[in-house]
């Protein structure tokens, strides 16, 4: 089944920077979009972002663009997300999704279990 490892996540200062990652095992990583999405406590599902199956185009929310890249390394099965210019309100359960944005927020069973984030002073 699709398996999703995330890993990366940790406390950091505002205006930090933190990279995470997706290690996909379970399906061929390389013939689908991938998504990040993140979760604060008593919110819903945020989109971070997405990218197509080459990495060639990527997608932001506008909370984000700017400051987070997403990128993939299809040899190596591993989506990234590089998160600069942390804020206060990027704190949340950050996950990986396979699949576009438009699929994987009402799919959970295609999300990992998450890795926190959590920017705070």
């Known amino acids: 089944q699709v398996q999703l490892v995330e890993s990366g996540g940790g406390l950091v200062q505002p205006g930090g920077s933190l990279r995470l990652s997706c290690a996909a095992s379970g399906f061929t990583f390389s013939h689908y979009y991938m998504t990040w999405v993140r979760q604060a406590p008593g919110k819903g599902p945020e989109w971070v972002s997405d990218?197509?199956?080459?990495?060639?185009?990527?997608r932001y929310a506008d909370s984000v663009k700017g400051r987070f890249t997403i990128s993939r390394d299809n040899a190596k099965n591993t989506l990234y997300l590089q998160m600069n210019s942390l804020k206060p309100e990027d704190t949340a359960l950050y996950y990986c999704?396979?699949?576009?944005?438009?699929?994987?927020?009402?799919?959970?069973?295609?999300w990992g279990q998450g890795t926190q984030v959590t920017v705070s002073s």
């Open positions: 999704a396979r699949g576009a944005v438009t699929v994987v927020l009402t799919h959970r069973e295609y």
């Open positions: 990218i197509d199956i080459g990495g060639d185009t990527t």
